[in-house]
């Protein structure tokens, strides 16, 4: 406990001690007269009797009450004094009498019975207080006030201090904790929090004022750090933070080929100063929109001046799609905008760098970074020279082959619209009976000028931009009608088709299938599906699970070009196989080394799966493979690949 407060409850303690002395004081004069006035009349006519007995009897009885310490009676008419002290009187220091004066008496005149009316005063008695018994009250008293208030006061302390540990000193320590817990020179965003918090309290209002500048700082600097890296109108990545990212994206896509993309839109300089800044921001936004409908969720698109924008291409697998992208993005472009009341063509000029990324090191992406942007920007310039709204690569050479492919590929779409497709039939002979056993469905592509264009030139093609799964679609519909009319000629063999990776990953090939044989009523082991060695299956599992579903349906399985490719044996152990081809390449060396192919055959008799020869040109061949146990052929030897009508008349 403080001096303070000791010092505070000495007070208060005198003070109420004081205030109880007067009180006493009063109360000890009131009683002192009330026992004068009852004794006096008693006096009065004992002296007047000269009864000394009754006198004494009568100052005893006074004497010995507890609350008078001494009496003095004077008997004018006898001439007689006496006093008489208390039996309770004690000794009492003087220090006592010196701190509280309470010596009390009452000096009482005795007056004669009255004669002529007339009252005389026949003597007096002086009635004294019990000091001591008073100073004991007193002191009882005292202690009394003084141990009440210091229990008051420690309990008031108490109660204190628990409110200021609890909302300021604890609350404090906690902040500065989280305070030394803020490293120096972070400019991360943090907050203060209290675990005891009123909305009037002035720390909680310290707090709040503190979190509320932190959070204010940390709009600021958001702020601040998206106009350093972001262009404030298009809110794109400018070249502060794009190449970076650029950099970071080398570094981590090793041995593939990347793609960048400049974009120069000459329409927003030559606006400057015709549109007004709302309306210039209108335009720009608009484009951006467009830009981004352009191109892919993971590609990468910046502005690095007011019109001037950069792609980056993330997943690439060649120039053609590069350039397939850039005429996406031009055709955006340089469409009709509506801004306000205008209508605008935008003109535009796209630059294009594509290499194949060997970044290694961040020395090496920073380098290999400019660079490329450096080939996009000088891309830009030959194509300024070109004319409006060109593409160009950064070498020539692509910027033709790329736009060669592009026609390609349009002019595989229009031949699918245009029905330029054509199913042939490759008939596949049992030889140990000269029967025929089964059909390879292929396709032919017969041009306007009558010229037919050989698979080998737009099937890889038609893989790599996506029109295999529509013209794969189509042959699937032409062989189910090629089996269907067979069941009224009275050919009763399967159908072979060939299907691509692509196809396979596609997510309603499977159904496809099944929808349609249940469309035209074919059994499923009419069916064959042919699988190359070398295509490439990206999630073999999901694919093994998709081919047991056709099986479950009747539909067998083959793998095709057996031999040639590197995933033969793998394919074989994961895949649920049927029937093996082996390619035409392996047949060409039997005369020189026949083993592979006897191999070949060996493999399909332990597991109990048919073995078809492909490209047999010569009797030779075919007596060979008869005699090594391999009974099913397909090639020139027999026949070549017929159209279906010439098909259907010649094995009706």
């Not at 701190?99 to 007096?124: A, C």
């Not at 291409?313 to 472009?333: F, G, K, W």
């Not at 000029?349 to 970044?359: A, D, E, F, H, P």
């Not at 037919?452 to 189509?474: C, K, Q, R």
Request: aromatic letters at 8%; a negative charge.
């Amino acid at each position: 406990m403080s001096i303070a407060s000791s010092v505070l409850i000495c007070l208060f303690t005198i003070v109420q001690f004081y205030l109880f002395v007067e009180q006493r004081k009063t109360i000890y004069t009131k009683n002192l007269e009330n026992i004068s006035f009852l004794a006096v009349p008693i006096l009065s006519e004992a002296i007047e009797s000269n009864n000394d007995k009754k006198i004494n009897s009568l100052l005893d009885d006074l004497v010995n009450i507890t609350e008078i310490e001494k009496l003095e009676f004077i008997d004018n008419k006898n001439n007689k004094n006496n006093v008489k002290y208390s039996l309770y009187l004690h000794n009492y220091t003087e220090w006592y009498s010196k701190i509280i004066d309470i010596q009390i008496l009452k000096r009482t005149p005795i007056y004669s019975s009255p004669v002529e009316g007339k009252k005389q005063v026949i003597g007096y008695i002086t009635l004294y207080t019990n000091t001591m018994h008073a100073y004991q009250l007193f002191w009882i008293r005292f202690i009394s006030l003084f141990l009440s208030y210091t229990i008051l006061s420690a309990i008031l302390i108490f109660c204190l201090s628990w409110q200021l540990k609890k909302r300021i000193i604890a609350p404090l320590k906690s902040l500065t904790y989280q305070l030394k817990g803020v490293p120096q020179n972070d400019d991360k965003f943090h907050q203060l929090t209290l675990s005891f918090e009123d909305e009037h309290d002035e720390l909680s209002m310290l707090v709040r004022s503190y979190n509320d500048n932190q959070r204010a700082l940390q709009k600021a600097k958001k702020s601040i750090s998206q106009l350093s890296t972001h262009d404030p109108i298009s809110l794109l990545p400018n070249m502060t933070l794009f190449q970076p990212v650029f950099e970071q994206y080398l570094l981590s896509s090793y041995g593939s080929s990347t793609g960048l993309i400049i974009i120069v839109v000459e329409t927003l300089q030559e606006t400057i100063g015709v549109l007004n800044a709302e309306q210039q921001q209108i335009l720009i936004r608009k484009l951006v929109t467009r830009m981004k409908s352009g191109i892919e969720q993971t590609d990468l698109l910046g502005q690095i001046a007011p019109d001037r924008f950069i792609v980056l291409l993330r997943e690439t697998d060649n120039p053609y799609q590069v350039m397939r992208i850039a005429q996406n993005l031009m055709s955006v472009v340089t469409d009709v905008v509506s801004v306000q009341e205008m209508t605008l063509r935008s003109i535009a000029r796209i630059g294009i760098s594509y290499q194949k990324n060997n970044v290694e090191t961040v020395t090496e992406s920073q380098i290999f970074a400019e660079d490329m942007i450096a080939q996009a920007t000088s891309a830009i310039n030959m194509a300024m020279r070109e004319g409006k709204n060109q593409i160009v690569f950064f070498e020539p050479s692509l910027t033709d082959k790329a736009k060669e492919r592009l026609v390609q590929e349009a002019q595989i779409v229009k031949a699918l619209e245009n029905g330029e497709f054509s199913l042939y039939l490759q008939p596949q002979v049992d030889i140990r009976t000269n029967k025929l056993s089964g059909a390879e469905a292929l396709v032919r592509w017969t041009t306007d000028n009558g010229n037919i264009n050989s698979p080998a030139d737009f099937i890889p093609l038609a893989e790599e931009m996506g029109g295999i799964v529509p013209l794969g679609d189509w042959v699937l519909m032409q062989s189910l009608k090629v089996l269907s009319n067979w069941r009224i000629l009275g050919i009763d063999i399967p159908i072979s088709l060939n299907v691509s990776g692509v196809q396979l990953s596609h997510d309603g090939f499977i159904a496809s299938i099944k929808e349609k044989l249940i469309e035209f009523e074919i059994p499923g082991n009419k069916l064959h599906i042919e699988i190359t060695e070398t295509a490439c299956i990206s999630n073999i599992i999901r694919t093994a699970e998709q081919l047991k579903e056709l099986r479950e349906l009747g539909v067998k399985i083959a793998l095709d070009d057996f031999g040639i490719g590197y995933a033969g044996l793998n394919y074989l152990n994961n895949l649920p196989v049927d029937i093996i081809k082996i390619d035409k390449s392996l047949l060409d060396q039997i005369h020189d080394d026949n083993s592979l192919v006897r191999v070949i055959g060996l493999i399909g008799t332990a597991l109990s799966i048919d073995i078809i020869a492909e490209g047999v040109d010569s009797k030779e061949k075919c007596d060979w493979l008869l005699a090594n146990g391999i009974h099913y052929i397909q090639g020139y030897w027999i026949s070549p690949a017929l159209p279906v009508g010439d098909f259907n008349r010649k094995y009706q």
